[in-house]
């Protein structure tokens, strides 16, 4: 269990420093580092699988904190997938963005006679403000969509640890009451025990005295 924890949390961080890579690598390479840490993140949740297992299979007494540590682990590899998945997102749409500017700027303008022109750098400007207003746009739809990822993966986390709380507790009180019937049949088998030795003696005594 030890083992595997440790091994699971290593790759997590190195996943979150790999990702702070993302934003200093150039155009070229940056989607095969994207496809590293999907893969890795991928492996780290099979692990992660086979670590619910363990848990599952460790001591009454620490199943409980195992299980809550792997509910960490699994939070923290959430929160990395949706970091990188808003990433992706503003990659793909500032690369939509550089591409029709492309375009735009590559095309051809014609006119019907000397009298007719078309207003280029009105028409630059409109489109420039249009997609600043589409990048916006993207970028918080982005942000919100990461946000209620990383709410929802909170919600599942904290419905867990609040069930297994309630475990808890009902362990501790089954607990305290199984206590407190040991403690009152150990004082039943202590009289029990004293009574049985007095009569032992009568008894005896008895024997001794009209045997004898």
Known sequence: METLYHQTNKQIQEVQSLMGNLERTDRQSVHLLENELQARIDQIFTQLERLEIVASKEPPNRRQNAKLRVDQLKYDVQHLRSALQNFQHR??????????????????????????????????????????????????????????????????????????????????????????????????????????????????????????
């Open 91 to 212: 990659r793909y749409a500032k690369e939509a963005q550089e591409r029709e500017r492309e375009e735009l700027m590559s095309r051809t303008f014609t006119t019907n006679d000397a009298d007719t022109s078309i207003p280029i750098d009105e028409t630059l400007q409109f489109n420039s403000n249009l997609h600043n207003a589409h990048r916006g746009m993207d970028d918080l739809l982005g942000s919100g969509s990461t946000m209620l990822n990383t709410l929802r993966d909170q919600r599942s986390t904290l419905k867990g640890t609040h069930k297994k709380m309630l475990d808890v507790a009902n362990m501790l009180g089954l607990s305290n009451t199984v206590m407190r019937l040991i403690e009152r049949r150990a004082t039943q088998d202590k009289f029990i025990m004293i009574g049985g030795m007095l009569l032992t003696c009568v008894f005896m005594f008895l024997v001794i005295r009209y045997l004898a």
